[in-house]
Each structure stands twice: as structure tokens, then as C-alpha cells.
């Protein structure tokens, strides 16, 4: 099984991931673009069973447009966000792409909040993706 280990900056908030992410998204809403810094967010999500956890982390809770509460776990010493927790998705743990590190780590399949998209952050057009506005509502490209 393949293990994979995703930290923060300074490396002491550290997870230790077994087996393959159950959905990898991009997201492009405008407080996943406020949160990192960053154009747009990418992601992996894994169940909680697979994720061991090491090192201290401080949290943020956003209220989601759903209504659901996102829980955001970051190191209270560089503040990278590593890994959040969703009420949409119970008993699921998910981690920033950027965190592990790894150009090897497989592609996003979904994206979302297309419609606050920065027009030149695209994926390349041969990308057989699924791409979705908002949460739900596929079609293809
Ligand atoms: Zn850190
Ligand atoms: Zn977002």
C-alpha cells in the first residue's frame, strides 16, 4: 500500500497517509483563494482511518455557503493549513496537495467554484476531467 506523508512548513504538524485519496478537487471559491494565498486551492481527501497524526495544529472554523462548518487545522508555528474536516463529509480528512510535497501526486479530477475561476488558471484542455460549477451540476469539457 502506497504510504504518503504530507507537512507543514516547518515540518513539526506532519500526517502519515495510507492507501490512495477517495477524491482529489481543485476549488476555486474566493476563501479557498483568501486562505492560501494562492489562485486557487487543490486537494486530496482521504477517510480518517487512514491518516495518522503528529504534531500540534490551531484551528479555524468557516461556515461553508452550504451552512456547513469546515474545521481548518494549521501549525500555530509557520501556518501552513494542512488538512481540514468538513460536516459534509463525515469521517473524512482533507489535505492540501502543496502539503506532501510531491510533483508525483495524482491530478485533481474535479473542479469547483468555476464561476470565481482566475481566467488564465486552467488546466490543460487535453485534461479529461470532469469539471463541476459549484458543488454538484457536472459536465464536460
Ligand atoms: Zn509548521
Ligand atoms: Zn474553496
Redesign the pocket.
Known amino acids: 500500500m502506497t504510504t504518503r506523508h504530507a507537512a507543514?512548513?516547518?515540518?513539526?504538524?506532519h500526517l502519515t497517509i495510507e492507501g490512495e485519496s477517495v477524491r482529489i478537487s481543485t476549488c476555486h471559491c474566493l476563501a479557498c483563494q483568501r486562505r492560501t494565498g494562492a489562485v486557487f486551492s487543490n486537494q486530496a481527501s482521504f477517510r480518517r482511518e487512514q491518516v495518522t497524526f503528529t504534531g500540534k495544529a490551531a484551528t479555524w472554523n468557516r461556515t461553508a455557503e452550504s451552512a456547513s462548518v469546515v474545521t481548518f487545522n494549521f501549525?500555530p508555528?509557520?501556518g501552513?493549513t494542512v488538512y481540514w474536516e468538513s460536516e459534509s463529509f463525515p469521517g473524512r480528512v482533507i489535505v492540501a496537495i502543496g502539503n506532501f510535497a510531491d510533483p508525483s501526486f495524482p491530478a485533481p479530477t474535479v473542479s469547483v467554484w468555476e464561476e470565481s475561476r482566475h481566467p488564465w488558471a486552467s488546466l490543460p484542455p487535453d485534461t479529461p476531467l470532469t469539471r463541476t460549477a459549484k458543488q454538484g451540476r457536472p459536465h464536460h469539457i
Open positions: 507543514c512548513s516547518c515540518g513539526q504538524l501549525c508555528t509557520c501552513s
